[in-house]
Nanobody, 117 residues
Framework: QVQLVESGGGLVQPGGSLRLSCSPSGSITNFYWMAWYRQGRGSQRELVARILWSNVTDYGDSVKGRFTISRDNAKNTVDLQMNSLKVDDSGVYLC????WGMGMSSWGQGTQVTVSS
């Protein structure tokens, strides 16, 4: 059973920055990809950013140019650096990861991000 633990959420003003981390059980090299999704109140879960084992990345259109996903092998985390935050970026941010050879991905519990003045 894969466990994913998110950290780094909080309250920030518009234009500010936050850095989220996802720490998996086992090595991050065990996963074909790891990703961040978010779910705002009353909205569907949407992809924020994903990073493959090869470090290829892709981003949701609404965050391109503002967010950066990266792997930190030393800390064994996948991080999401969020800059120029907007009110619409608020929501629960969830880590998702697909282990090699598995047909189903795993989810973390999520961390709340609130962007408000």
């Amino acid at each position: 059973q894969v466990q994913l633990v998110e950290s780094g959420g909080g309250l920030v003003q518009p234009g500010g920055s936050l850095r989220l981390s996802c720490s998996p059980s086992g090595s991050i090299t065990n996963f074909y990809w790891m990703a961040w999704y978010r779910q705002g109140r009353g909205s569907q879960r949407e992809l924020v950013a994903r990073i493959l084992w090869s470090n290829v990345t892709d981003y949701g259109d609404s965050v391109k140019g503002r967010f950066t996903i990266s792997r930190d092998n030393a800390k064994n985390t996948v991080d999401l650096q969020m800059n120029s935050l907007k009110v619409d970026d608020s929501g629960v941010y969830l880590c998702n990861a697909l282990p090699w050879g598995m047909g189903m991905s795993s989810w973390g519990q999520g961390t709340q991000v609130t962007v408000s003045s």
